[in-house]
């Protein structure tokens, strides 16, 4: 079953700030130090935000790397937030590693994947949402990508997770659930850390750190691997998923007919 995966800029974090006087900040790998005339919002807001999902290996190399990039007197509670949440998700990682490690070592990933690329509001989310119907393709939802590393196990709790999202995308107000396709670049994000071309939608003010990654020309070969093996461990996760899935539906029709049929 091939992969639908779409990636653009939508999104709705808020975190990090820091840039030289024009908006833009240097290219050089280090964080800006001049302020830039922004008006901090939603400081006290923990929804949507992308890194949720982040695990604690993760975070602490982002704030290796870029921890002087962050405003810690602003949104000191959103770095109190992303701290907690990677040791929650470490932790609940290694049940799924236990629990599917083998399955997802052994899965085979489709030879022929369907990748979707477009700028922002250009329809990649709708032309994803359209492919998500067809039963051929497999694709991330938003549960799977805001928590790769745990959502196998998660998945029968995802109820208590839906305060995490509001019921609407912030950016066009359409409908979102645990349920929606989603980005599969989020996910490399939490996993990451650091390396992902989405990362200027938490990284506002020192977005030009991250240009190389669109492209990767330029960028360093670990980073490169980083971002690599984390999509293809996700993509062979999420495919997992979908068996498990569907094997789980196959037991429950199987059920059902000798109940009807004993």
Known sequence: ????????????????????????????????????????????????????????????????????????????????????????????????????????????????????????????THIHNLLALDPRFAYARTLHAGFPAAFLWMERFKWALSGFIDPTRPMDAMPLTLDTPAEDEIAVSALTGTVSAYMPLVFMRDRRLFDRFYTFEGAAERDFAAWRDALLWFLKVNAAAESLSAAALLRRVEKRSRQLHG
């Open 1 to 124: 079953m091939p992969s639908a995966t779409a990636g653009n800029g939508g999104g709705s974090g808020r975190v990090l700030v820091f840039a030289d006087s024009s908006g833009a900040a240097s290219s050089t790998g280090r964080c800006s130090t001049a302020t830039f005339p922004l008006q901090p919002k939603h400081r006290w807001s923990f929804k949507n935000h992308f890194l949720t999902g982040i695990t604690l290996p993760a975070w602490l190399h982002l704030l290796r790397r870029y921890g002087s990039c962050i405003d810690w007197a602003r949104f000191w509670q959103r770095a109190l937030f992303l701290s907690l949440m990677s040791a929650i998700n470490s932790l609940l990682g290694l049940v799924d590693s236990q629990l599917y490690g083998r399955k997802i070592r052994e899965q085979e990933l489709h030879p022929e994947p369907v990748i979707i690329l477009g700028h922002p509001r250009t329809g990649t």
